[in-house]
């Protein structure tokens, strides 16, 4: 394993989050708010040990796949270290360093729990850091469907069929920096457009940012203790459900959009399979919460659970109604949506509609196989085949998100917490959702869990971030020494 | 579709199952009940239909895999259909039909959730047959394993393998019946052996007969109201653990063991597997309930955890204590086990320790793969490599299981239970155990459901004993009439 490259790319990293924190910084001396000292200090400290990771560790060799699978855990792991430097000086949570670490993981994966119980006490500049998390993340994200995904078959390959005819191996290299180029102007397009749509919704410059940021990452992360609820403006609410569903949403789609390549984007089966679910998810739960009387007409019912649904779906996690009065099919439903996540190649996380799609597909293939043995079925989602390599991965995934879903709610049960909030909690940070049912539910955080759990939830957020192989590569690695070569 | 072979094997079973009414009938006669008529009238309509349908259909064509499947999941439907009719016509349940196939199909499944409310009512006759139906279930179990499963992949080849070096396929049909006769021979035996046992305990032999037949079947339905717990001895709870252990392993260990093939007995790898969960367990439910200060001391808490543990585990159902009083962590540890299920070959249900381990092997071997790309990693579990074919049906079974467990749950949630009786009711008949949580926890039963849901139930327990996919390609074939060739 070359441990030297490893490190010397996170200290590029470390550089990367000081210049990022200048942002937060700049918010906080226009606010002349008082963690002006505590930011400099942190973004003093990642600089230095930054740089000297760079000037420490140096290495030519090529990096192999395993390489950039523990380079993208690590990262996140080191981004939330330091990236939780301004929680811990500025004492958001006395001395607790395990809060700090878990709010700063939870904005960087992009879930959104908070262990925060007033975020008013937040200066403007932390409060600014915090949500800006999210948008570093979900630009991390991007990245990482590029480089990892089509490693595990998952990839963005459509974009280079569609820009360049068979693209030899040599090519691929700098293709690579031109789609993550385009998704990142994708990217910074929508946060400027979500940003001035919700401007007009009379949402202040400094939350408009915010909210955007929460949105277009599928963070959560508000500015607000009853997050968009606290806005209570329907005009706010269409624009921040619009963008967590293109959030949600293949963002090479959104190129083909651009590009006006109509055919692509409504051919597109994954894009279909979410939308409709959105769609009948929201109907069903509509009259589902419409017939327990729980609000007093039917446009108000499918306001809220249209809302809840793209938001947890997307695995966003803002809120404006409290599921946890819905009806218990309303609840399971939504729990089930947090298995699903977002599309391939989105800022979602969670599943993937993709996977759920293989999944089950693969599965019903199996009676057809049975049924007919000498007959060949192959699996196929709209044109796309699906090699047994790629099915494999996606199943095993499959398996291993529900076996780490399974651990952790035993760990949390353990540790004397109910059933309802022990599984809920353990999908809520696996899937980067951030509220959950019962003690996490709609209007509740995570502050109350003790610091054992807090630690194992910021870890299933990161696993479940990076599509869960990269973590489990680096735990494999660590565990089989022998083996590095 | 051969249709008329089909119905003529199911025309044998009605009057195989109508002799087997016979032993309810001759109970009766002995403890001159009143459910004589109810009986017989049973058995002469079972006979009757039986003979005509043999007369009907009639068909000489071979029989191909698929029909295997519908065969045998029609088997028990026909089975829950007219085995329900002592139920009825004594009218234990007013003249609600459903509750009767509900606890017929309970009893065939080897499930043991019941929809009686008060068991006392029961007069002998009937009382013995609800019993029976587990120890007729059970026996069909054997005959799946060796009918079905080697189609599946989990084949009792090494049984084959055993006795008859490289068997070749024109000896297998000759070979299927002596191991069938075999392990009736096990069955048959220990079936002897318990009730004799129970009865140095003291129990009468109507009831040590039909607890025998609760504990071999790994069915669950107990003479008394409050189950094992109701004969306070823990005499009695040692011998029915003990047999509930051993129902759950696989029969053909226990031929091993008889031939004196302690080698081929302590090599199984899923007897290993399934031994030390249970052992550990036990253990830690012991620990956390000790801790919860729920007992006096260490050996009740010893007592309790182990039977409830292995109860569960081998998804037979009896009950000495009420786990729904336990701590959340053992509960949720309860749920997980009932996952689990028995051993491949066993008479236990749910998903099999085989699966779950071949399951979880074949995920992390994803994990190598992708760490070293060019290695190759097969799958072994002890001596025994899995290939492809085995592999992805097990993996799709996994999916299919967590599937169906997730759409009854969202439908029961629908219909308007609580989470947790949803879900554990849902695991409690797809994985044939009986008792779930809150609800439908230990010393609760099913009678409260509506209709729509009992039979919904019933159809998962259906579903669960016969390794899905035979359901699932009854299903698939009836919906597919036109590929029917």
Same mark, same amino acid.
Request: glycine fraction near 8%; charged fraction near 15%; charge should be positive.
């Given at each position: 394993m070359n441990w030297k490259a490893i490190f010397r790319i996170q200290g590029v990293l470390l550089i990367v989050l000081s210049i990022s924190m200048l942002f937060p910084l700049a918010f906080a001396i226009y606010y002349r708010s008082d963690d002006i000292e505590e930011l400099s200090l942190s973004i003093l400290i990642s600089l230095v040990i930054g740089i000297l990771f760079t000037l420490i560790f140096k290495s030519d060799k090529p990096?192999?796949?395993? @390489?950039?699978?523990?380079?993208? %855990?690590?990262?996140?792991?080191?981004? $939330? !270290?330091?990236?939780?430097?301004?929680? !811990?000086f500025y004492g958001v949570f006395g001395n607790n360093y395990i809060d700090c670490f878990f709010e700063t993981m939870s904005g960087f994966t992009t879930t959104g729990a908070t262990v925060l119980t007033d975020i008013g006490i937040l200066p403007k500049g932390i409060l600014f850091w915090r949500s800006f998390t999210h948008w570093l993340g979900g630009m991390g994200i991007i990245m990482l469907t590029i480089a990892i995904l089509p490693i595990l078959g998952l990839s %963005?390959?459509?974009?280079?069929? $569609?820009?360049?005819?068979?693209?030899?191996?040599? +090519?691929? %290299?700098?293709?690579? +920096?031109?789609t993550a180029k385009i998704l990142w102007y994708i990217y910074i397009g929508m946060t400027v457009l979500e940003t001035? !749509?919700?401007?007009?919704? +009379?949402? /202040?410059?400094?939350?408009? !940012?915010?909210?955007?940021?929460?949105t277009l990452a599928t963070g959560g992360f508000s500015t607000s203790n009853k997050s968009v609820a606290g806005f209570n403006s329907l005009y706010i609410e269409i624009v921040i459900l619009i963008f967590m569903y293109l959030a949600g949403t293949n963002f090479i789609l959104h190129f083909f959009l651009i590009k006006g390549?109509?055919?692509?984007?409504? =051919?597109?089966? @994954?894009?279909?399979?979410?939308?409709?679910?959105?769609?009948? $998810? &929201?109907? #069903? #739960?509509?009259? =589902?919460?419409?017939? /327990? =009387? #729980?609000?007093? /007409?039917? &446009?108000?019912?499918l306001r809220y659970a249209s809302f809840q649904v793209v938001s947890i779906t997307t695995t966003t996690g803002f809120v404006t109604a409290d599921f946890e009065l819905w009806p218990y099919f309303s609840k399971i439903a939504l729990i089930i949506l947090m298995f699903m996540g977002g599309c391939s190649g989105s800022t979602g996380g969670s599943m993937k509609q993709i996977r759920v799609m293989v999944s089950l597909k693969f599965a019903l293939n199996e009676i057809k196989k049975l049924t007919y043995p000498r007959a060949f079925f192959s699996l196929k989602i709209g044109k796309e085949t699906f090699g047994d390599f790629v099915i494999k991965n996606i199943v095993a995934f499959f398996i291993l998100f529900v076996s780490i879903f399974v651990l952790t709610t035993l760990f949390l049960s353990f540790q004397g917490y109910d059933i309802v909030t022990s599984f809920s909690a353990s999908i809520a940070?696996?899937?980067?959702?951030?509220?959950?049912? /019962? +003690?996490?539910?709609?209007? @509740? =955080?995570y502050a109350f869990f003790d610091n054992a759990s807090k630690l194992v939830l910021s870890f299933n957020m990161l696993i479940g971030r990076l599509e869960i192989y990269s973590v489990l590569i680096l735990i494999y690695t660590l565990f089989n020494p022998k083996k590095l070569h």
């Open positions: 990096l192999r796949p395993r @390489e950039g699978f523990i380079i993208v %855990s690590m990262g996140w792991i080191f981004a $939330a !270290l330091f990236g939780s430097l301004p929680f !811990l %963005s390959n459509q974009l280079y069929k $569609a820009e360049v005819p068979g693209p030899t191996k040599d +090519k691929i %290299s700098p293709k690579i +920096k031109d001035v !749509l919700l401007m007009i919704g +009379k949402m /202040s410059f400094f939350d408009a !940012l915010c909210h955007t940021f929460g390549k109509f055919k692509d984007f409504f =051919n597109n089966h @994954e894009w279909r399979f979410y939308t409709l679910g959105l769609i009948i $998810a &929201s109907l #069903l #739960l509509s009259l =589902n919460i419409y017939f /327990s =009387n #729980l609000y007093d /007409s039917f &446009s108000t019912c940070t696996l899937g980067n959702i951030g509220p959950g049912l /019962s +003690k996490v539910g709609a209007v @509740e =955080n």
